[in-house]
């Protein structure tokens, strides 16, 4: 489905004004940030567009663990190359975006829990992730803060975090760098396509001219499915309004990240003292108007668990409170490939732990869109089409 590129293309692609791109990404998140880059780097002319600006949704409000915990197993080779991106962000973004290694732990406080923390440990080696099951003696000499009634820990020494609003000006920076052109606030209404290119229409409010482009990379995170549809494409997103908690700076009271086995919990102490709270409860929310209202009994749920699991959190007030708004297709893998039956047209999103694994994912699609055999296999968009979402 993919034209083959060579460098040596790149200024016979472009019309006499300069106004034609070799490819143009819509949605400036991780997915869309890395693909756009990638792309520069491989010698194309490139513009990556935006209604907001770069990495304010999913990509910029996320919790920022980089986890192969909480990875699907099967993903697990792809959040271990993102992993070594981040931990190198400096090198390849000029920016870092206060990335930490520190190593996870998930605890089991139940036999059930137990079970899962063996069955999690067991899927994800089998995928490469060094990953072992610890006593809790040995649990708590790495974390001492944990609660007294832990029974087992999965231990992984790869993990970390890092500050997602950081995203956005170290992606910006490195795409200037490449030669990318930004069109932050522009909104893409629509896109016409025909057998020689693509025509990215703008709302009529934001007095942009189409843009015209020989590729289209569609990225826009839970809006992937509007986006889609757009080329006539049906492959049902849903999504999951995530809510997360931070905490006034406190004494430090842990030093790794902390799951839990049933994945209701995530946690880390940034440097500043404050504590992030996630595990995915959900508030209310919808594509259209994204995340409105936090849940009161899914906060104090999130906080209790949390404060369960290291005791010392207990003297925590919260500082603010927010919703984010993340993808997930009917069979919870990614969405990385060919647009299917419309030429020259790409998709990128839809991960599990996406903003773990979005820097390997912008990698491959860029790969694949170049013509270059990509480090591990895409995940073809086609297998969903008309598929309905689970319980739909
Ligand atoms: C609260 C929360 C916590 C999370 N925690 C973690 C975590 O700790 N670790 C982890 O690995 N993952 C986490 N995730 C998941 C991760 O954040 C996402 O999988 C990832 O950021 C998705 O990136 P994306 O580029 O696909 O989408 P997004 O970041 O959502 O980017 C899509 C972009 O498309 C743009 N767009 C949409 N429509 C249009 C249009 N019409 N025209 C132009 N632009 C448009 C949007 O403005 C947006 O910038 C979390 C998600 C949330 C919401």
């Known amino acids: 489905m993919n034209t083959a590129f060579t460098p040596g293309m790149v200024h016979g692609s472009q019309t006499a004004q300069g106004s034609r791109f070799d490819a143009v990404v819509i949605g400036g998140g991780v997915m869309g940030c890395s693909t756009a880059l990638h792309l520069a780097q491989g010698g194309m002319r490139v513009a990556l567009v935006d209604r907001g600006q770069l990495c304010r949704e999913a990509s910029g409000v996320n919790a920022g663990t980089l986890t192969l915990h909480m990875t699907r197993a099967a993903l697990v080779p792809y959040a271990m190359r993102a992993w070594q991106m981040w931990m190198d962000a400096e090198?390849?973004?000029?920016?870092?975006?206060?990335?930490?290694?520190?190593?996870?732990?998930?605890?089991?406080?139940?036999?059930?829990?137990?079970?899962?923390?063996?069955?999690?440990?067991?899927?994800?080696?089998?995928?490469?992730?060094?990953?072992?099951?610890?006593?809790?003696?040995?649990?708590?000499?790495?974390?001492?803060?944990?609660?007294?009634?832990?029974?087992?820990?999965?231990?992984?020494?790869?993990?970390?975090?890092?500050?997602?609003?950081?995203?956005?000006?170290?992606?910006?920076?490195?795409?200037?760098?490449?030669?990318?052109?930004?069109?932050?606030?522009?909104?893409?209404?629509?896109?016409?396509?025909?057998?020689?290119?693509?025509?990215?229409?703008?709302?009529?409010?934001?007095?942009?001219?189409?843009?015209?482009?020989?590729?289209?990379?569609?990225?826009?995170?839970?809006?992937?499915?509007?986006?889609?549809?757009?080329?006539?494409?049906?492959?049902?997103?849903?999504?999951?309004?995530?809510?997360?908690?931070?905490?006034?700076?406190?004494?430090?009271?842990?030093?790794?990240?902390?799951?839990?086995?049933?994945?209701?919990?995530?946690?880390?102490?940034?440097?500043n003292g404050t504590v992030l709270i996630g595990g995915g409860w959900q508030g209310s929310g919808d594509r259209e108007r994204g995340g409105v209202e936090a849940r009161p009994d899914n906060l104090v749920g999130n906080m209790r668990l949390a404060a369960y699991a290291v005791p010392a959190l207990a003297e925590a007030r919260v500082a603010r409170i927010w919703l984010g708004l993340e993808a997930e297709t009917a069979d919870a893998m990614p969405i990385i490939g060919d647009v299917p039956g419309v030429k020259d047209a790409f998709v990128v999103g839809s991960a599990h732990s996406g903003y773990t694994s979005g820097p390997f994912m912008g990698r491959i699609m860029a790969q694949h869109i170049l013509g270059q055999p990509t480090d591990l296999p895409l995940f073809d968009p086609a297998r969903l089409l008309g598929m309905p979402m689970p319980g739909a």
């Open 91 to 271: 090198k390849w973004l000029g920016m870092g975006v206060l990335e930490t290694h520190v190593p996870g732990l998930t605890l089991a406080f139940t036999e059930a829990e137990c079970e899962l923390v063996e069955l999690r440990a067991k899927a994800r080696r089998e995928f490469g992730a060094p990953i072992e099951v610890i006593s809790p003696e040995r649990a708590r000499e790495i974390e001492p803060g944990i609660h007294p009634s832990l029974l087992k820990a999965g231990y992984c020494e790869i993990d970390g975090f890092a500050s997602a609003y950081l995203t956005g000006r170290a992606f910006r920076h490195a795409l200037l760098n490449a030669g990318v052109e930004v069109l932050e606030n522009a909104p893409v209404e629509g896109i016409d396509s025909s057998d020689t290119g693509h025509a990215i229409r703008f709302a009529a409010a934001s007095g942009l001219q189409p843009l015209q482009a020989t590729r289209i990379v569609l990225a826009g995170g839970v809006w992937i499915e509007n986006m889609l549809a757009w080329l006539g494409v049906k492959i049902p997103i849903k999504v999951l309004i995530n809510q997360l908690i931070v905490t006034e700076r406190i004494r430090p009271v842990m030093r790794t990240v902390l799951s839990v086995a049933n994945g209701l919990l995530s946690l880390k102490q940034f440097a």
